[in-house]
């Protein structure tokens, strides 16, 4: 306890410190209790400023755990205080004795005050002592110049202006607070003033002492820094020396780099100059040699780009046969449709799962790829006719817009796509797109009338584009654009958005009647007028708008900022649309045009993918899984609102009730607007894709597509058929083709003799199977085919470069003329000769299908003198016609070499980016195609399930397990037979036209089940009398009970009820 009266007292100067009254401060000080040392109460004031200002410095720091000051800390305090006590002492005495002594001007005694008065005396330089007196008498004249009132107060400021004190030179009065009527003496020199000048006098005096010794030690000086400097030398020398060794690999990469920006400069001017010089080109001319890796590379493109387009057909077919299983399980389930038929289905899924369908590959060896020269000049024909149609656009268009609507949907979606391997590379999208392009151009120029038919109407090209982008290589776009906030949506179990009224009454009508158990009073049918007069369903409405909004915002802000994951064929055709509209159109506004590109974008990109996310595969769903009706309602309202806001509709008429929402549609649309406009800004295909004409000339491998033998015959026909005005020129290159091919083929001579078995009961069946074998077709150009003079300029112009090019290898020169007027030397020709021999064993491993011509190959067996008589000649022919020029020394050709150069390193660049694009591809079909196999075993195990339920019941009908048919002996149901009368009573028959209901009794109705299960043959007789009879299709009917559709007439006259004519045949025939 004895530690307790301390703490007392240092709570008694804290409050005093707080309180700030400085005689209490003094009086807490010296309580015996704290035991605090040297206290003056003459300096009560310093010590309160001194604590207080310590205190507060302990409040503000945030790692000080106590905020009071303990004994240390105050006496630490209070020994501050003093020493400022002491120091403003010192600071008088030197003020007033060196002022007093200068008012005297006694400069005798300066010296003496100066060092009585300085801190360290020993600063002071006697010999000094006349300059301190004129410096210091000069500056009090100056400062006693300005003075008009004269004062008796010095003031001295302490620790960083903290702290002020005071000092009266004639009454000797001191303070540490400002006096009252306190006017300062300003004619006095102050302590800083006074120190500054024999500080600098001192410096000065050093400063001159230390130059004499320099001026005294010249020479000496001049070795020291001599050796100095040798040494430094010496030392950096050897440093240097040891860094070099210490890093020898990375000087030999240093010197590597600097060889690499000389080779770097030169691939500069190759790329860069409008005319490189053969130098140059002759340095970059081995960039045209294929590889070992090159071939392995493009042998993997077209096996990944085979496998993709396969499966691409593979994973549609499959598709289809799942969606039609999808409609028989349903009728299986209503019993509309007998077991067998389902179970048939199952097996041809199961043999297209496992890859068992009979394909036979036979075309290899025989048929159209036989080893026979007629059937080879029909394949060389069929590969000259795909190539040009792919690389013209202009047929295909044309062909399109001469179709049935019906055929050339058919058309697109399995020969254009084939035939452009769905755009499986960079080369094919360029092409596709061109194709786009001209269609859509000449579908604007001679199908749209009116700038609103584009939205109205369902254009043919725009229907295509939207289904390619949608399809194996867009897919992945929608889902990264749409699948996080359609998922959010889906997820989120709360949400409800319902903005239809009369549903939303409803609903509020079934909530009350099953929480009071009670039927409701209020009326069921209710308009939507009607609806909104309850405040439960405006309640209710208002709730789900704001729903709508806030998710609204969440999918326009995905679709926003994620303009550049659209796909860029999409928005290049966004942009020709708008821009052939307008050219058509020149009167339209912006703001119409952007309509119609919203209308492409989001309402037939989009909008379908947002209401049915699991039919676009935007979403995962497992087998068996679907989504609700409430959570469809919610997409599908959403989608609503985006497509009005994107076509700037309010809501009005019939959505009157959705008015309040029309300023944020506005809103919504001006967003919209700048996203349409944006989108439009893309740059050329050529540029996109840097291609142009000579692209297919540097390429190793020859473009290749996987087509089936029926899609090649139905092109074959389908041109001929439409050839006049397709090809109306009769020295069209088309027409050429067409007439080397004659007749269209059928399948069996397409495949050869001996295919198929003449004697086979199931030819038919056989051959329509054998025609949906794929083959491959390696295009090639009709002009790039051909030898001797007869070949045409672009030929001649390729097969010259590949000339040039094996002789700028072994001889060197400044200009191609000079090469070629220099005779080669023996060595050059041995040189050329190791070349050649090296190329023959890379070409030896090269597939056929991409080996250059046999003429290319003759003229590469050349010897060097040979091949460059052989280029002076092509150069004259070239000259002729107007390719080359001698003038410039044919440096036209040596620009088509280095641009030759430049295309094949973009060509490996893109040939690189394109088998990553494959494989991610095929990865993601691979991964559809699982799914589809999941849905398969899940049918199955619900087939299975429903055959052993249907054993247990011992079902009325007779179920063969094979697929059969009916065992012999099983019997069809019975006919039954009604009368008009009966079917009236029952509400199947609604009236017969021109006969009153008393006579319905004498017309009777015979209903018979045909072979053909759902089909059931109806007869009528009027008084016994047949009369008509007509044939109902029980799918038929479910359509239109799908459809809403209440009643139907039979024999042009007899209305009947669908829904109770369908109740009717489940029970009579269905056991239902």
Known sequence: MHALPGIVAIGYINEAIDEGNPLKTLDALLLPTAKIRDVDPDYAQHYQDVLHYAKSQKFRDPESVSKVLWLDEIQQAIDEANADKDKAK???????????????????????????????????????????????????????DGVSR??????????????????????????????????????????????????????????????????????????????????????????????????????????????????RDDYKTLVGSENPPLTVIRKFVHLLDQSDLDFQEDLEVARLREEVVTKIRANQ????????????????VKNRITLEDVISHRK???????????????????????????????????????????????????????????????????????????????????????????????????????????????????????????????????????????????????????????????????????????????????TTEQALTYPEVKNKLEASIENLRRVTDKVLSSIISSLDLLPYGLRYIAKVLKNSIHEKFPDATEDELLKIVGNLLYYRYMNPAIVAPDGFDIIDMTAGGQINSDQRRNLGSVAKVLQ?????????????????????????????RKYFKEACNVSEPEEKFNMDKYTDLVTVSKPVIYISIEEIISTHSLLLEHQDAIAPEKNDLLN????????????????????????????????????????????????????????????????????????????????????????????????????????????????????????????????????????????????????????????????????????????????????????????????????????????????????DNLKRKNARRSIKLDGKGEPKGAKRAKPVRYTAAKLHEKGVLLGIEDLQTNQFKNVTFDIIATEDVGIFDVRSKFLGVEMEKVQLNIQDLLQM????????????????????LIYLLNKKFYGK
């Not at 009116?450 to 992945?476: C, E, H, L």
């Not at 506005?666 to 967003?671: A, D, N």
């Not at 009970?1041 to 009820?1057: H, L, P, R, S």
Request: net charge neutral.
């Open 1041 to 1060: 009970q799908y459809e809403g559709v209440a009643v139907m007439k039979m024999f042009d006259k007899v209305k009947v009820n669908v829904n109770l």
């Open 644 to 672: 009005h806001a994107a076509s700037n509709k309010l809501f009005e008429g019939e959505n009157e009730h959705l008015s309040s929402m029309n300023s944020y549609l506005s809103e919504t649309y001006r967003e919209f």
């Open 348 to 526: 041809k899924l199961n043999k297209k799962k496992g890859g068992e369908m009979e394909i036979l590959n036979n075309t290899d060896n025989q048929g159209i790829k036989s080893l026979s020269k007629e059937r080879r000049k029909t394949l060389e024909t069929y590969q000259q006719l795909f190539y040009l149609l792919q690389t013209n656009p202009l047929y295909l268009a044309k062909l399109i817009f001469q179709m049935p609507q019906n055929k050339s949907t058919k058309f697109m979606d399995t020969v254009i796509f084939t035939l452009y391997n769905y755009a499986s590379n960079q080369r094919e999208e360029y092409l596709l797109l061109k194709l786009f392009k001209t269609a859509l151009e000449e579908e604007i120029k001679s199908k749209v009338d009116q700038v609103q038919d584009i939205v109205t109407g369902n254009p043919t090209v725009i229907k295509m584009v939207v289904s390619f982008n949608r399809g194996a290589r867009g897919q992945n776009t929608l889902r990264q654009l749409l699948a996080p906030v359609v998922k959010e949506i889906i997820n989120d179990k709360a949400l409800i958005i319902n903005t239809s009224p009369v549903e939303v009454y409803k609903a509020w009508v079934n909530q009350l009647e099953t929480q009071t158990g009670e039927a409701s009073k209020l009326p069921y049918d209710v």
């Open 736 to 947: 050429e083709l067409l007439g080397v091919l004659g007749e269209v083929p059928t399948v069996e001579s397409f495949l050869g003799e001996g295919a198929v078995d003449p004697n086979d009961p199931n030819k038919t069946n056989t051959l329509n199977q054998l025609s949906k074998t794929e083959i491959s077709l390696y295009l090639t150009s009709k002009y790039d085919i051909g030898d001797g003079e007869a070949i045409d300029g672009r030929s001649l112009m390729i097969k010259t470069k590949k000339l040039i090019i094996d002789v700028i290898r072994n001889q060197s020169g400044s200009t191609l003329t000079e090469i070629l007027e220099t005779p080669a030397t023996v060595q050059q020709e041995l040189d050329h000769s190791k070349d050649m021999v090296s190329r023959a064993i890379i070409d030896s491993r090269t597939p056929e299908e991409m080996k250059h011509t046999q003429s290319m190959i003759e003229d590469a067996q050349l010897p060097l003198e040979q091949k460059k008589r052989k280029i002076q000649r092509n150069l004259r022919t070239l000259e002729q016609t107007g390719h080359v020029s001698s003038k410039n020394k044919y440096q036209d050709i040596l620009n088509e070499i280095a641009k030759d150069i430049r295309n094949q390193r973009i060509y490996r660049k893109l040939r690189k980016a394109e088998l990553a694009k494959l494989q991610q591809t095929l990865t993601a079909l691979n991964q559809k195609a699982a799914f589809y196999e999941e849905q398969v075993n899940y049918y199955d195990t619900y087939i299975k399930t429903c055959l």
């Open 150 to 263: 004269e004062g008796s107060w010095l003031k001295l400021t302490l620790q960083d202006n903290k702290y002020d004190y005071y000092y009266n030179v004639d009454s000797q009065e001191s303070s540490w607070v400002i006096p009252e009527s306190c006017l300062p003496k300003e004619s006095w020199l102050m302590g800083n003033e006074i120190e500054a000048f024999w500080k600098g006098q001192k410096q000065q005096k050093e400063y001159m002492r230390r130059r004499q010794m320099f001026v005294d030690n010249v020479s000496s000086i001049m070795k020291i820094q001599s050796w100095f400097r040798m040494r430094t030398a010496r030392k950096s020398y050897l440093s240097r020396l040891q860094y070099f060794k210490d890093h020898n690999n990375e000087i030999v990469k240093i010197q590597s780099l600097l060889r690499a920006n000389k080779a």
């Open 90 to 144: 010192q600071w008088v005495t030197l003020v007033v004795d060196v002022n007093r002594c200068l008012e005297r001007k006694d400069s005798s005694d300066t010296l003496s005050v100066l060092k009585s008065s300085i801190w360290n005396p020993d600063d002071i330089i006697p010999e000094c002592a006349d300059r301190y007196y004129d410096a210091l008498t000069k500056a009090k004249e100056l400062k006693s």
């Open 317 to 332: 077919q499959l598709e289809k046969d799942l969606n039609l299983m999808d409609i028989k399980i349903g009728l299986l």
